[in-house]
């Protein structure tokens, strides 16, 4: 079974730009969550996609934003980019809410010049 | 209250050691207990992982204990190898989403 992957892997923008990433859960997973890392924060949770709604979201500005598709497939987008918001952003699918089990996928490096 | 607390920062151990990583919860709602391991470049990967109405799981060289009252649980590797040195991260799930908690992460360096 093909696991969780995310396109693309780097970028590079600068501020003021806007971003979009994709993800695409293992299959039969219908949650997807989405989480950044960057050292001096760790890993921080952005938001959760399921049934294609946002189920829940972190403390994030708003210009983060996020959708899921009816294939489970997600996506999601930085606006006005800041230098700050150069991390690792990686996505996790899981089979259902709330059963634990979630697997990451190698992430997409973003660099904001 | 919703934090994980992981220590060490940084750990060594030499080849065929045990290497033990501890964390530490307040928030009794998290019903879910994972270790994810991670290489330079990669992704997290799942490890093992627990719930609290168990108190240790072993998968090979990998051990969770659990300490329900203590709001604790602990990594142990066994024999541990050079292949095992990554960063180890704990977490913690949230009740009934899917909002992974992660503790700040522990850099495991094993000497051969």
């Known amino acids: 079974k093909a696991g969780v992957t995310q396109t693309p892997r780097y970028l590079i923008k600068t501020r003021g730009q806007q971003v979009t990433l994709s993800c695409s859960p293992i299959s039969g997973h219908r949650s997807v969550s989405w989480y950044q890392q960057t050292p001096g924060q760790g890993l921080q949770f952005l938001f959760e996609y399921f049934s294609e709604t946002q189920r829940n979201k972190g403390n994030f500005p708003g210009r983060f934003s996020g959708r899921q598709f009816s294939n489970s497939r997600s996506e999601m987008n930085v606006s006005t980019l800041e230098l700050g918001d150069s991390a690792l952003y990686l996505c996790?699918?899981?089979?259902?809410?709330?059963?634990?089990?979630?697997?990451f996928g190698p992430g997409t490096r973003l660099t904001v010049l | 209250q919703q934090q994980v607390k992981q220590s060490p920062q940084s750990l060594i151990v030499q080849k065929g050691g045990i290497s033990i990583i501890n964390c530490a919860y307040e928030?009794?709602?998290?019903?879910?207990f994972p270790w994810y391991q991670q290489f330079p470049g990669k992704g997290p990967a799942l490890l093992i992982a627990i719930r609290p109405d168990v108190s240790e799981k072993k998968e090979g060289r990998f051990t969770i204990s659990f300490n329900k009252s203590a709001k604790q649980f602990s990594l142990h590797i066994m024999d541990s190898q050079p292949g095992d040195s990554a960063t180890y991260f704990c977490?913690?799930?949230?009740?009934?989403?899917?909002?992974?908690?992660f503790g700040t992460g522990t850099l495991l360096a094993v000497q051969p």
């Open positions: 977490a913690a799930l949230f009740g009934a989403t899917n909002k992974l908690i």
């Open positions: 928030n009794t709602a998290f019903d879910y």
């Open positions: 996790a699918s899981s089979r259902d809410r709330g059963y634990g089990e979630q697997f």
